[in-house]
């Protein structure tokens, strides 16, 4: 059974950090592009950032780009968010999802990052 | 960046009834190499993750209920809920993923009227 489960959202300061984890089961992980996708209070679904399956290609959104870093280890199934100088805009449902290329065919339940001080 | 614009933002329609969502993106998203359209469109309920319902504008996915269908190419397309069921209420994305920033329309919010 194909499982993606995301960890490390919580509570951060502004200026703060913190580090998702998307923990992945059930499919042959270094076969697949990886994303993460964020989801803000009451807002539609924004793309956050991609990795290729050797990590050989990353691609950001600008809002993001400088701040947050995506990375894998395929030999722990794990893909991560790096997120530095958070800000209040940041505070959103982060999902990781598994790419057939760029599509998106499962995702992840999602979690909680919230940035206030 | 490619803007993905969809309308309406929300409808409600009758159960059995039909269910028109509209993308329109900035740019043509239809690529001469392969004559493929970069199209997704995603369902997503409150509480659940998204979950991708066509890819390449109209080729639905596995187990996704033939009530459901993509069309258009370059820069307009279509997502049609063809007999509404009760299940079918969420919001409905569409995404291109013909080039970075890979980019979402707003949403399109399903109702029963």
């Known amino acids: 059974e194909v499982q993606l489960v995301e960890s490390g959202g919580g509570l951060a300061q502004p200026g703060g950090s913190l580090r998702l984890t998307c923990a992945a089961s059930?499919?042959?992980?270094?076969?697949?592009?990886m994303t993460w996708v964020r989801q803000a209070p009451g807002k539609g679904l924004e793309w956050v950032a991609n990795?290729?399956?050797?990590?050989?290609?990353?691609h950001y959104v600008d809002p993001v780009k400088g701040r947050f870093s995506i990375s894998r280890d395929n030999s722990k199934n794990s893909l991560y968010l790096q997120m530095n100088s958070l800000r209040a805009e940041d505070t959103a449902v982060y999902y990781c999802?598994?790419?057939?290329?760029?599509?998106?065919?499962?995702w992840g339940h999602g979690t909680l990052v919230t940035v206030s001080s | 960046d490619i803007v993905m614009t969809q309308s309406p933002d929300s409808l409600a329609v009758s159960l059995g009834g039909r269910a028109t969502i509209n993308c329109k993106s900035s740019q043509s998203i239809l690529s001469s190499s392969n004559n493929k359209n970069y199209l997704a469109w995603y369902q997503h309920k409150p509480g659940q993750p998204p979950n991708l319902l066509i890819s390449w504008a109209s080729t639905r996915e596995s187990g996704v209920p033939d009530r459901f269908s993509g069309s258009g190419s370059g820069t307009d397309f279509t997502l049609t809920i063809s007999s509404l069921q009760a299940e079918d209420v969420a919001v409905y994305y569409c995404q291109q993923y013909y080039g970075a920033p890979l980019t979402f329309g707003g949403g399109t919010k399903v109702e029963i009227k």
């Open positions: 059930g499919f042959p992980f270094s076969d697949y592009w």
């Open positions: 990795i290729k399956d050797d990590a050989s290609e990353k």
């Open positions: 999802a598994r790419g057939f290329g760029w599509i998106w065919d499962f």
